[in-house]
């Protein structure tokens, strides 16, 4: 699978990152609950460095619950402060704040003890596209925060947003890469609707899919397209069961694989055939 990758724009975007960075105290990793490792960037730590960072896990409602544990403990080993939550429903905001308030507890004592004024914990997010970036900051805002200044050479008026009592977000996110390399990852990110259907090869999307189903969760995947196919069968007679029993047929009654890749990619990039988390921490070397 050939995914390609712009070093350039990488670049960029981790300077303007940085940049950003200087003006706050916390930084919220935003990942997805379902890929908490492969939807980090990774060069992240070494643009946010030392700064206080709560990882937030995202669109937890589509997680499987108990691998999201393992990751929030991960992350805590490594010093940060993990939430879980799904923005889109507005579920795990309060712990958000919590954690920012933890997070920088050390500074602000710090910022006391030196006879300085109580004021609010100012952060920004972080996080590679379509982890949920704008829709946890309109949540957080209670509204949609309006886009300013897109035209090139306008410069970009940023504002802080209020959240809570202790809390000032900054309202333009830091957008930074996947890592795009390894195939496994793009694999990952592409069932997880991270990157563009264009630049990658949806059969082995959908294949990597169906193995991931096969092997974790055999009996749901059976039941959910009413098939039943061995575990050891070919990946094309699983095609074959599931673009039958759907009626993805062409002419002269032979199964439309397209259709099929389509349906199997866009069912589990939904969460219609059960709520998984793809990076298994166990299988991992992390
Ligand atoms: N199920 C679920 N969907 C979510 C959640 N958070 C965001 N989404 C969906 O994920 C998609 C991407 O969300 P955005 O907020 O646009 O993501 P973003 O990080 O701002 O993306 P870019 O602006 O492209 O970098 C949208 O369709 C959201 O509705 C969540 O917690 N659960
Ligand atoms: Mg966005």
Do not use: C
């Not at 670049?11 to 379902?34: H, P």
């Not at 997680?63 to 579920?91: M, Q, R, T």
Request: proline share 4%; no cysteine; charged share 30%.
């Amino acid at each position: 699978m050939v995914i390609q990758w712009y070093p350039g724009h990488m670049a960029k975007a981790k300077r303007e990152v940085a940049e950003q960075l200087k003006k706050v105290d916390v930084v919220f990793e935003l990942v997805d609950a379902r890929i908490p490792y492969s939807s980090r960037n990774p060069m992240i730590d070494d643009v946010i460095q030392q700064k206080p960072r709560v990882v937030i896990l995202n669109k937890k409602d589509m997680a499987n619950l108990k691998e999201l544990e393992k990751w929030e403990s991960y992350f805590k080993e490594k010093g940060y402060y993990p939430v879980a939550i799904d923005a889109k429903h507005g579920k795990g905001l309060k712990l958000v704040e919590q954690a920012a308030i933890k997070a920088t507890q050390e500074k602000f004592e710090r910022e006391k003890k030196k006879g300085l004024k109580p004021r609010a914990i100012r952060a920004m997010i972080v996080g590679i596209p379509n982890v949920g970036k704008s829709t946890l900051i309109n949540k957080l805002a209670h509204k949609s925060i309006a886009k300013t200044g897109n035209t090139p050479g306008v410069t970009k008026q940023q504002q802080w947003i209020k959240v809570g009592n202790s809390l000032q977000l900054l309202d333009t996110p830091g957008i930074l890469w996947p890592k795009f390399e390894d195939q496994l990852v793009g694999k990952k990110l592409s069932i997880t609707g991270a990157i563009k259907d264009s630049i990658v090869h949806l059969d082995e999307v959908a294949i990597y899919g169906l193995e991931f189903l096969k092997t974790h969760h055999y009996e749901g995947l059976k039941n959910h397209y009413k098939i039943d196919v061995p575990i050891e069968a070919e990946n094309i007679e699983w095609f074959d069961a599931i673009g039958r029993r759907r009626g993805l047929l062409r002419s002269g009654n032979e199964v439309d694989y397209e259709a099929v890749i389509e349906l199997i990619i866009h069912e589990i990039r939904n969460a219609k055939i059960g709520t998984y988390t793809f990076d298994v921490i166990k299988e991992m070397e992390v």
